[in-house]
């Protein structure tokens, strides 16, 4: 199967700019995932979708982060505007439901390195 | 709200020794799922191993073990063997049973020496 993609690979912006990254999950995945990884920590849940549903976004800034779920598939998270402290690299995954016999693994894409000058 | 410890930053395990990786929780739940990712240079997150709480039997899957302690909320990795590719950051995971929100520790970086 294909894996989840993202787009694009690196981005770099001055602060006070906007960016938007893009993700498709896994045909099929109904859960979708946007995680903030800071160099040397673990990485953050920003926002959590079910379809094209939100589950949880406590920790999205919501000032200037924003999220969607087209038609339950495809996502976009924007930036606007842009700190510093928003260098990052940010994971999208995505989940199915789970199964009978075991637990849905996340399945990450390769991120996007986001360097704010 | 969940919370995910690894305390050991950085390890190192020659090549075809065993090291161990520590990680505890913390949660009032009594069902839930427990995960060990590993992200290499390429920055992917891979899924090593998994464990549903409920079951008392460790997980392992060829090299990699893990031992959980329920009541004492640890859930460690043992990896057997080492091999140069298991050289990553390596983090441990917590996941809700219901709406399947996972909370990921600070990682521990893992250094395999020939």
């Known amino acids: 199967e294909a894996g989840v993609a993202q787009s694009p690979r690196y981005k770099i912006i001055e602060k006070r700019q906007s960016v938007a990254f893009w993700c498709n999950p896994i045909s099929g995945h109904a859960t979708l995932y946007w995680y903030q990884q800071i160099l040397g920590q673990g990485p953050k849940l920003l926002i959590q979708f079910q379809n094209n549903g939100v589950v949880d976004d406590s920790q999205l800034p919501k000032d200037r982060f924003s999220a969607e779920r087209l038609k339950g598939v495809d996502s976009t998270l924007k930036i606007q505007p842009a700190k510093l402290e928003d260098s990052a690299v940010y994971l999208c995954?995505?989940?199915?439901?789970?199964?009978?016999?075991?637990?849905?693994?996340?399945?990450f894409g390769n991120g996007t390195r986001l360097t704010v000058t | 709200a969940q919370t995910v410890t690894q305390s050991q930053p950085e390890m190192s395990v020659q090549e075809a020794e065993t090291v161990t990786l520590s990680c505890t929780y913390d949660t009032s739940e009594s069902d839930y799922y427990l995960f060990w990712y590993k992200q290499p240079p390429s920055r992917q997150m891979i899924l090593v191993i998994r464990q549903e709480a409920y079951k008392q039997q460790n997980a392992t899957e060829n090299r990699f073990s893990v031992n959980f302690q329920k009541a004492a909320k640890s859930f460690s990795l043992k990896i057997s063997d080492s091999q140069l590719g298991d050289a990553a950051m390596y983090f441990c995971a917590y996941r809700t049973r219901g709406y399947q929100k996972v909370t990921f520790g600070t990682g521990t970086k893992l250094q395999v020496i020939p």
């Open positions: 995954a995505s989940s199915p439901m789970d199964g009978i016999a075991y637990p849905s693994p996340l399945h």
